[in-house]
């Protein structure tokens, strides 16, 4: 068990050196940060790896923490555009549900101010989901998450339930930077789920994603983590 209150703010501590993404062998940090200004606890679990003898930053994975109910809250990741496509996403949510879930943090949601529509979709496969379905009948702010038919690419496409909240999206910085594609149709296309992600200047009320399914969780990170085991 991790005593995380007790934590020094700012120093590292290794949590495992035993796993790889890709042809790297990888160590995982955790660090309690400084305050941003919100006065919650904010914590970054980051992947090291050994490359020409230095040691190299890939990605992070970030999230609060309430000591006294014992909920986490999941902020965002960033992997190094150098180190995509190696399935470091998926670890660093791996490695943040079993982390949280071994210390007694078993209350886990997601910042409603998450704008990367795949990451949600990520978390979703993990067992995050809405409290009430109906929303996605009744929200304009509903993303499909899509790919091609009968094709090796495994491009993840967004098809917009509302034109304006496309274009709004298209203003972003992770429409700029995240590589996303927009359809248009579904012909064609397998759609893979849906997302609700209001945007953060928008009137809608933000979603609440949380955790629902526990039994996903504990299984599908343990299915990941086996993955990445040396």
């Not at 660090?31 to 020409?52: C, E, Q, W």
């Not at 210390?103 to 409290?131: A, H, S």
């Not at 599908?220 to 990445?228: E, I, Q």
Request: proline share 2%.
């Amino acid at each position: 068990m991790i005593n995380f209150q007790n934590l020094e703010v700012n120093n590292k501590y290794l949590l495992t050196n035993s796993f790889f993404c890709g042809d790297f062998n990888q160590e995982l940090y955790l660090k309690k940060s400084i305050d941003d200004g919100s006065h919650k606890p904010k914590f970054y679990l980051t992947i090291y790896a050994n490359i020409n003898n230095q040691s190299i930053m890939q990605g992070y994975l970030y999230f609060y923490l309430d000591y006294q109910s014992k909920t986490s809250s999941f902020i965002g990741i960033k992997v190094l555009n150098e180190y995509r496509n190696n399935n470091m996403a998926s670890f660093l949510i791996a490695s943040y549900i079993s982390l949280c879930m071994n210390n007694g943090y078993e209350i886990l949601n997601i910042n409603p101010k998450q704008r990367k529509p795949f990451i949600l979709y990520l978390l979703k496969t993990y067992g995050y989901e809405v409290n009430d379905l109906n929303l996605y009948e009744i929200r304009k702010d509903v993303i499909s998450i899509c790919r091609k038919k009968e094709s090796d690419d495994l491009t993840k496409l967004l098809l917009f339930k509302d034109i304006k909240h496309e274009l709004s999206f298209m203003s972003t910085n992770s429409y700029k930077f995240d590589n996303y594609q927009i359809v248009h149709s579904k012909d064609d296309l397998i759609i893979l789920d849906q997302v609700i992600m209001p945007l953060q200047n928008a009137s809608l009320i933000p979603i609440n994603y949380e955790l629902i399914d526990k039994d996903k969780a504990f299984n599908k990170t343990n299915l990941v983590l086996s993955r990445h085991k040396k």
